[in-house]
């Protein structure tokens, strides 16, 4: 998580912090759609199977190398 970009960072023990982060999240439409937007695309582009299939061919190939 980006903080304040793709979702909230809150101490999870800290009830009033992540009560604060939710009810923002409740009032605004347009932030919840737009941080789960870059949620998505953050995911999407860090984290695809076939990215990390690459990496992993990277490294075997310098392994073996």
Do not use: C, P, Q
Not at 37 to 61: M, P
């Amino acid at each position: 998580i980006i903080d304040k970009e793709t979702g909230f960072i809150a101490n999870s023990k800290n009830a009033e912090e992540v009560s604060k982060n939710l009810e923002i999240l409740i009032k605004d439409a347009k932030l919840r759609s737009d941080m789960g937007g870059k949620a998505y695309k953050y995911v999407n582009e860090n984290y695809k199977w076939s990215n990390r299939i690459e990496d992993f061919r990277i490294i075997n190939e310098k392994i073996l190398n």
